[in-house]
């Protein structure tokens, strides 16, 4: 239902202003990162694409990873995102001189949601989108972040994505407060792409924004949709922070997941730190640490990495990761490009 609502949605607003279309000269200029303008119509297309490359325990792995389209635009008080992908488009693993080569040609439904700003302070969202817990998972786009891999925390606390609706508000003063509620009360618009099937999810996230720091709190509940069969709720707590200067960026999250009984991932979480030499160069050290009960895994993880932008929209990453569980460690390096 939510799909045909948004797929109505697009045809619409892409028709407001067509009668201007020959009346107004299109805007034909482009800049890398922003997309192309379709004439005078809200919409803009572009999307990116990244590719990488890991070594770990001598095996080889090239990966031609995220292709993905993406469509935005705004009317008036509503906006909307939509994004496609393909995830892992071809893989070539080499081991001991031996190649195998995987293909996954699924487009994927990351986000697709419509936006209506009720007034300065509130805003209501309907659609998939990017659940709001923490601060990474608001990155999702591989070009924007400092690393090529992202912390476990992110892949194991919470589902990534969201399908429902989505409510905030946040008041513009000399601090800020940021508040907002997710809820979930249907399937997933693609339950493939995201770390849980689920079918109902209930957040909350309250944050407080000063000068150069940001922290927030999240508190959620949702129901996990398992291999057999098995359904059962699982709840999620998050404390994270940001503090941001000209030269450096000091990142947090730390969080757990528990049923109504125990613990399935008693902590997870991260500290990272960026140093930004120049525009271009960004050294970056990450820490690590995670227990999930339900993965029978505890590991403690150090990562240290190299970002080189030569511009914003181009990003190409280094980075070694130390892990206690020694067959872990592992070399990536990747390519992404915002265009």
């Known amino acids: 239902m939510i799909a045909k609502l948004l797929f109505f949605f697009f045809l619409m607003i892409s028709s407001l202003n067509a009668d201007d279309v020959q009346a107004r000269p299109t805007e034909s200029s482009y800049h890398l990162g922003e997309g192309m303008k379709v004439a005078s119509l809200p919409l803009y297309l572009g999307g990116y694409f990244s ?48 190649y195998t080569t995987t293909r996954d040609d699924s487009l994927h439904t990351e986000r697709l949601y419509v936006n209506y700003a009720v007034d300065e302070n509130y805003n209501f969202r309907v659609g998939k989108y990017s659940t709001q817990a923490g601060f990474w998972n608001l990155l999702p786009i591989n070009v924007l972040r400092d690393t090529t891999s992202v912390p476990m925390s992110t892949n194991i606390i919470f589902p990534k994505f969201t399908t429902g609706v989505l409510l905030s508000y946040k008041s513009y003063n000399d601090a800020s407060l940021n508040m907002d509620v997710m809820i ?84 997870a979480g991260y500290l990272q730190g960026a140093y930004h030499f120049t525009q271009e160069h960004t050294g970056v050290l990450r820490l690590e640490s995670y227990d999930d009960r339900s993965l029978a895994t ?42």
Do not use: C, W
């Open 298 to 339: 505890k590991e403690d993880i150090a990562i240290f990495g190299y970002s080189y932008r030569p511009l914003y929209p181009v990003s190409l990453k280094a980075e070694y990761q130390f892990h206690s569980i020694h067959k872990n460690n592992q070399t990536m390096f990747s390519i992404s490009v915002l265009f």
């Open 51 to 98: 590719l990488d490359y890991r070594n770990m325990q001598g095996e080889n792995r090239y990966r031609l990873d995220d292709i993905a389209l993406l469509s935005y635009g705004n009317y008036n008080r509503f906006s909307y995102m939509a994004e496609l992908e393909y995830k892992s488009f071809y893989v070539v693993n080499e081991n001991k001189g031996k």
């Open 184 to 267: 979930q009360n249907n399937r997933d618009l693609d339950a493939v792409y995201n770390n849980y099937k689920m079918d109902e999810h209930y957040g909350v996230g309250i944050g407080y924004e000063k000068d150069n720091l940001a922290v927030k709190f999240n508190f959620g509940l949702f129901d996990g949709l398992f291999a057999n069969s098995r359904s059962q709720n699982l709840y999620y707590y998050m404390a994270s922070f940001k503090y941001t200067t000209e030269k450096i960026e000091l990142m947090g999250e730390v969080g757990s997941q528990k049923t109504s009984q125990v613990y399935t991932t008693k902590y």
